[in-house]
């Protein structure tokens, strides 16, 4: 399995914001969103590749009680698989991070599910071949709606504009029995500045939804800095 880093840090998004926690980030992904935060593990993958007994050595080194399996995204290898077996051996609790474009049978406790909207889409005329791939695979409702049935889970969409939240709507519209106060809806931008300018507006209109805003608290505590 190819890794980007594992580094223990504080969980910055979502649910379990402000929990100790060890980020593993697979190196990989089937998407290619224009504003991805982590192009060291999509765009321009790089890392190493550790078998899942080396991960979980590492893992059992940090000796942080959670464990985030994140990328890129994690769900394209299959290693997934006996490596949250591994980690509910050692008693941690497992988030899985992921786009939901696919689907293993695995383990774990929490499944973040971050659909991308139509904003996520690279340059048709600067990456014409991602742009058309991106497009045909972002959305796949009905892996969405297995990942929702079998798991905890908690949905986060990335905000960009006001026309985005339509979106939003429309994509719950497919999934009725989703739980609101487990969606999240987080600004776009890696700039402090840049996520409360969003915020300001994206906040109260959440509220009115029953929905929440996710903060990236992570870029207020550390900034835009890997390892965090």
Same mark, same amino acid.
């Given at each position: 399995?190819?890794?980007?880093?594992?580094?223990?840090?504080?969980?910055?998004? *979502?649910?379990?914001? *402000?929990?100790?926690?060890?980020?593993?980030?697979?190196?990989?992904?089937?998407?290619?969103?224009?504003?991805?935060?982590?192009?060291?593990?999509?765009?321009?993958?790089?890392?190493?590749?550790?078998?899942?007994?080396?991960?979980?050595?590492?893992?059992?080194?940090?000796?942080?009680?959670?464990?985030?399996?994140?990328?890129?995204?994690?769900?394209?290898?299959?290693?997934?698989?006996?490596?949250? =077996? *591994?980690?509910?051996?050692?008693?941690?609790?497992?988030?899985?991070?992921?786009?939901?474009?696919?689907?293993?049978?695995?383990?774990?406790?929490?499944?973040?599910?971050?659909?991308?909207?139509?904003?996520?889409?690279?340059?048709?005329?600067?990456?014409?071949?991602?742009?058309?791939?991106?497009?045909?695979?972002?959305?796949?409702?009905?892996?969405?709606?297995?990942?929702?049935? =079998?798991?905890?889970?908690?949905?986060?969409?990335?905000?960009?504009?006001?026309?985005?939240?339509?979106?939003?709507?429309?994509?719950?519209?497919?999934?009725?029995?989703?739980?609101?106060?487990?969606?999240?809806?987080?600004?776009?931008?890696?700039?402090?500045?840049?996520?409360?300018?969003?915020?300001?507006?994206?906040?109260?209109?959440?509220?009115?939804?029953?929905?929440?805003?996710?903060?990236?608290?992570?870029?207020?505590?550390?900034?835009?800095?890997?390892?965090?």
């Amino acid at each position: 399995m190819r890794i980007a880093e594992i580094y223990p840090s504080i969980q910055g998004e *979502g649910l379990l914001t *402000g929990e100790p926690s060890t980020f593993v980030r697979a190196s990989g992904c089937n998407l290619r969103c224009w504003f991805c935060d982590t192009p060291h593990a999509s765009w321009n993958p790089e890392g190493e590749d550790l078998s899942v007994a080396e991960i979980l050595g590492r893992i059992e080194l940090l000796d942080v009680p959670k464990v985030v399996l994140t990328g890129g995204e994690p769900m394209l290898f299959s290693e997934l698989i006996p490596l949250c =077996e *591994g980690i509910r051996k050692s008693g941690r609790h497992i988030t899985v991070e992921t786009a939901g474009t696919l689907y293993l049978p695995l383990i774990c406790d929490l499944m973040s599910i971050s659909p991308k909207l139509s904003n996520s889409a690279p340059d048709a005329e600067a990456n014409p071949r991602w742009h058309r791939r991106h497009e045909q695979t972002r959305q796949q409702i009905d892996v969405v709606r297995r990942l929702l049935d =079998e798991f905890p889970y908690q949905l986060k969409f990335v905000i960009d504009r006001q026309a985005d939240c339509d979106e939003v709507l429309a994509y719950l519209g497919m999934l009725p029995g989703v739980e609101r106060e487990r969606v999240f809806l987080m600004p776009q931008g890696i700039e402090l500045n840049q996520l409360e300018a969003i915020g300001e507006w994206l906040e109260p209109w959440a509220k009115e939804h029953g929905l929440t805003l996710c903060h990236r608290r992570q870029i207020e505590w550390f900034g835009n800095v890997r390892g965090t």
